[in-house]
């Protein structure tokens, strides 16, 4: 079946700093990733969708300069944590669109901490 | 606004018995719910889809239904196991997206 690649897996950095987490879809294209986010024992809530060539697109509340979406490839997006704070520490996951009968294809998800 | 919603946080259900996880939706215009089940710092893995113009699907141990005039549907584990034991999330599909929004998960504990 798809699947997605996310890393880094966790990562601990102090506050003010910037964190990339990346997701490659391995085996099919994807021209659209959807990017989430999670807080402690509450749900994923979606943060943005970015499209392959093209600006992505924000939910509301989430702050685009804050939260950079790179798109490059059809194989990799990019979220980008720009001068993190402790209050962005969460857990955030990519998802690829349906590929077939299996549903949406997650990463594993990226646990950020700021210190 | 909540669209999606699981009013059981959690659920403790015996070894070999019949595990029901629930879900309540608000939007009309949902047309693909899925369900999903999750451990800690770990991506969500798909455990079984229904489209809006079903009302049951069936996958080994797993059944979802669902009652589109009770804008409801229920994920059906049985015979539960313990290696079930994880959080469980619905998620529906608007039609005038490809995002999901999730339901706020229920924690499913099967005891041996």
């Known amino acids: 079946g798809a699947v997605v690649s996310q890393h880094p897996s966790w990562v601990i950095c102090k506050s003010g700093t910037s964190v990339k987490i990346e997701c490659r879809s391995l085996?099919?294209?994807?021209?659209?990733m959807f990017w989430y986010r999670q807080f402690p024992k509450q749900s994923l809530m979606l943060m943005a969708t970015s499209n392959e060539g093209s600006k992505a697109t924000y939910e509301q509340g989430v702050e685009k300069d804050k939260f950079l979406i790179n798109h490059a490839s059809l194989t990799l997006s990019t979220l980008t944590v720009t001068s993190a704070h402790p209050e962005d520490s969460s857990f955030y996951i990519c998802?690829?669109?349906?590929?077939?009968?299996?549903?949406?294809?997650f990463g594993s998800g990226t646990r950020l901490t700021v210190v | 606004d909540q669209q999606v919603k699981q009013n059981s946080p959690s659920l403790s259900v015996q070894e070999g018995r019949i595990s029901i996880l629930n879900c309540d939706y608000t939007?009309?215009?949902?047309?693909?719910f899925l369900w999903y089940k999750k451990y800690p710092a770990e991506g969500p893995t798909f455990l079984i889809s229904?489209?809006?113009?079903?009302d049951k699907n069936e996958d080994g141990r797993f059944t979802v239904f669902l009652n589109k005039s009770a804008k409801h549907l229920s994920l059906h584990i049985v015979p539960s196991q313990p290696g079930d034991s994880a959080v469980y999330f619905c998620?529906?599909?608007?039609?005038?997206?490809?995002?999901?929004?999730f339901g706020g998960g229920t924690r499913l504990m099967v005891k041996p």
């Open positions: 229904i489209s809006s113009i079903k």
């Open positions: 998802s690829a669109p349906p590929q077939g009968v299996d549903g949406y294809t």
């Open positions: 998620a529906a599909r608007g039609n005038a997206g490809n995002m999901l929004t």
């Open positions: 939007n009309s215009m949902f047309d693909y």
């Open positions: 085996d099919f294209q994807a021209t659209t």
